[in-house]
């Protein structure tokens, strides 16, 4: 098999770097092609030292300037790009095999789905663009012809538990039930009172799993497993009451398929994101990760509870949102989106998070999800009226 050429959209982030992790490992099988970043240039420049791709997108021209003077200074031949339009061409651009969808939030949406027009295979780990843009995004998968593989760790375990041979898209027969594991996040065992005074820090202190702060902090209100219920919708093609969220503090049981006959199956492994990375990059190959394997005998018991809807209600606006269906998704993301980067800037109470949703969501008229312009308008205003209740709730 030839070399392929990967694009990492947010190599600087928590899942960029387990990709480029994974991809050293094998430089017989794959390339990088593109790395982009936001804000973290410098580390941006440590990677195109190492990677040494053909190109690097960064936000502004001036970071790009920057970059660009200090890679040829060290005879590096990457090129730099920067903005939004250079996201899309490094997604859908004809050298390129892999792409990596790892931004977080809606701004990987625009070049997420370039990729999957394009016919790539694209491996899924920003749930927003799939949250926001449902119907839109798994249309751009099949008519670009794209391979889609979910990553972030739940979808890709469901997936490996479906049959042989099944795609993204819609459920094959003999799938009674989706079961999807959460580990409950920082916050599982505190009280209301306590969740009132919780801080950005604790909040980002995940019990089980190194990642980003946004969903670090969507862990904690379990606002991750209700986007990650829509994912699922999407992914699999199922209505949310045939997905039951399970609250699986250990995080060893990824997520599970109930199948008419009885059987359940489930996928295992310890809390490293390298796991579902190599099986998206290699599938439907199995390739060395660099994750320690398992030991029953050190894990000794899992357990599992319901979620609480009272304590973390985000589960339940997702899940409402979802069978609202048209823009009401995105409405939740985005307002989701503004109310995070609030309480992590110390201007919203943790238990307010919820509330501004809420609100959000009642606020705005319901708009049907009818093309991407559509899903865009409903995404800015969304925010605008998420960050002024954010002015009423101070
Ligand atoms: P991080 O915050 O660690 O990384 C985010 C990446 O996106 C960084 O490279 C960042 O660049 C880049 N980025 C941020 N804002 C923009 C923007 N406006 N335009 C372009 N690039 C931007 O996040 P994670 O790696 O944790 O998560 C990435 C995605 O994967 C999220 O959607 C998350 O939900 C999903 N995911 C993550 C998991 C994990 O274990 N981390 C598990 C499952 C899903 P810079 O660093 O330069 O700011
Ligand atoms: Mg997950």
């Not at 949406?109 to 927003?128: D, F, H, I, Q, S």
């Not at 989706?178 to 919780?198: D, N």
């Not at 394997?293 to 339940?316: G, K, Q, V």
């Amino acid at each position: 098999m030839p070399v392929q050429q990967v694009t990492v959209l947010g190599a600087t982030g928590s899942i960029g770097q387990s990709t480029l992790d994974v991809v050293a490992r094998h430089p017989e099988r794959y390339q990088v092609f593109a790395l982009t970043s936001h804000s973290r240039v410098d580390a941006l420049g440590e990677l195109c030292l190492r990677f040494r791709p053909s190109h690097a997108v960064v936000a502004t021209g001036e970071d790009a300037g920057r970059l660009q003077s200090r890679l040829r200074a060290a005879g590096c031949p990457t090129e730099v790009w920067h903005g939004p339009a250079a996201l899309v061409e490094v997604a859908e651009h004809a050298r390129v095999d892999v792409v990596m969808a790892a931004i977080v939030g809606a701004a990987g949406l625009l070049p997420a789905l370039a990729a999957a027009g394009a016919g790539k295979r694209v491996l899924l780990a920003n749930k927003e663009a799939l949250v926001m843009s449902g119907a839109l995004f798994m249309d751009a998968v099949v008519s670009g012809g794209a391979t889609l593989l979910p990553i972030d760790s739940e979808h890709n375990a469901i997936f490996q538990c479906l049959p042989a041979g099944s795609r993204c898209g819609a459920l094959p027969t003999g799938v009674e039930r989706i079961l999807l594991t959460a580990s409950g996040g920082p916050f599982r065992t505190w009280t209301p009172e306590a969740l009132r005074a919780a801080t950005p820090e604790q909040a980002v202190r995940h019990p089980k799993w190194s990642m980003g702060r946004k969903i670090s902090v969507d862990s904690a209100t379990l606002m991750n497993k209700g986007l990650e219920l829509i994912e699922a919708c999407w992914l699999f093609g199922v209505s949310p009451a045939a997905v039951q969220v399970v609250v699986h503090p250990e995080s060893i049981v990824h997520s599970l398929v109930q199948y008419v006959d009885g059987s359940t199956l489930a996928q295992l492994g310890n809390p490293d994101m390298r796991t579902p990375i190599a099986l998206g990059l290699a599938w439907p190959e199995r390739i060395p990760a660099g994750v320690a394997p398992l030991d029953l005998f050190a894990t000794a018991s899992l357990h599992f509870e319901a979620p609480d809807e009272i304590r973390f209600p985000c589960l339940r606006l997702a899940r409402e949102a979802m069978a609202a269906g048209g823009c009401a998704p995105a409405v939740l993301n985005a307002a989701n989106e503004v109310a995070v980067a609030a309480f992590l800037d110390g201007k919203l109470r943790f238990t307010d998070i919820p509330a501004v949703i809420e609100q959000t969501l009642t606020e705005l008229p319901m708009m049907a999800a009818d093309g991407l312009p559509t899903i865009l308008e409903a995404d800015r205003e969304a925010r605008e009226q998420a960050t002024r209740l954010l002015g009423l709730m101070r």
